[in-house]
């Protein structure tokens, strides 16, 4: 779905602006987009929303960033280190943004559009969104959590994936999962397991782009130019 949210803004300014476009679940119908926080791994096509310096610094995993974005997955933003965006000051919102856009012009060549909030907090902050609306991001968030961020261990999550699907596959909605590539259990048993699960029901993934009805690659991304060469510059 998509929704725009009118809420009292902050920051002590008026916010009647168009925000940022959110959607938990794809646009086409049997869909399953399979999204990563802090990725990227992975053989079913996904989306992998990148933070800067979180788990490790982005400059150290460059090659596996670029092998994906080669390979058709869809590289998207998760801001530099991964805070609470509604307890920053615009500059500081600001500056968490650019700083990632920058990393990614370096590493692949491009400027994704598309953007997930740290923790899923801040969907009703008008304030915030009208500022990811001046940087032309598409904030997407999920309707089927793993909880491997919480702790939750591979069965349970296992079962977090089993309450959805049961209900709905009969309706044919489309889905959007959450999961952390990074946690050694979700990469090596879990994804696994998510893969053939879902392909039982008959769902084709997709990239939050493709899900979103955007075919052509080029338009997840709002800037495509030439990755660059590792410098002194590719520090965190």
């Known amino acids: 779905m998509i929704t725009h949210f009118k809420s ?26 399979l999204t990563f926080d802090d990725g990227p791994h992975k053989d079913a096509k996904s989306t992998f929303f990148v933070c800067g310096h979180t788990y490790s610094c982005i400059y ?8 994906a974005y080669l390979a058709g997955h869809q590289i998207a933003l998760h801001t530099w280190s991964h805070p609470n965006l509604n ?11 650019t700083s990632l856009e920058t990393a990614l012009r370096k590493i692949i060549g491009a400027v994704p559009r598309y953007f997930r909030l740290p923790y ?13 609306r001046e940087y032309n991001y598409t904030v997407i968030g999920w309707d089927i959590d793993s909880g491997d961020s919480v702790g939750s261990t591979v069965e349970t999550s296992k079962m977090q994936y089993t309450n959805v699907l049961k209900w709905m596959w009969l309706k044919r909605r ?16 879990l994804i696994n397991w998510v893969i053939k699960y879902i ?14 009805g955007e ?22």
């Open 8 to 33: 009292k803004c902050d920051f002590g300014e008026n916010c009647e602006k168009e925000l940022a476009p959110y959607y938990d679940t794809c646009k086409i119908k049997n869909s399953f987009a």
């Open 60 to 67: 150290d995993n460059a090659e596996t960033l670029r092998r």
């Open 87 to 97: 307890t920053l000051t615009r500059s500081e919102i600001h500056s968490e943004l």
């Open 120 to 132: 899923g907090a801040g969907a009703s902050n008008a304030t915030l969104m009208n500022v990811l």
């Open 174 to 189: 489309s889905h959007i999962s959450l999961n952390h590539d990074p946690i050694e259990s979700t990469s090596k048993i």
């Open 199 to 212: 392909r039982g029901f008959g769902y084709e993934f997709r990239t939050i782009g493709e899900c979103l």
């Open 215 to 236: 075919k052509d690659w080029r338009s997840w991304y709002k800037e495509i130019t030439t990755s660059q060469e590792r410098d002194e510059t590719w520090v965190c």
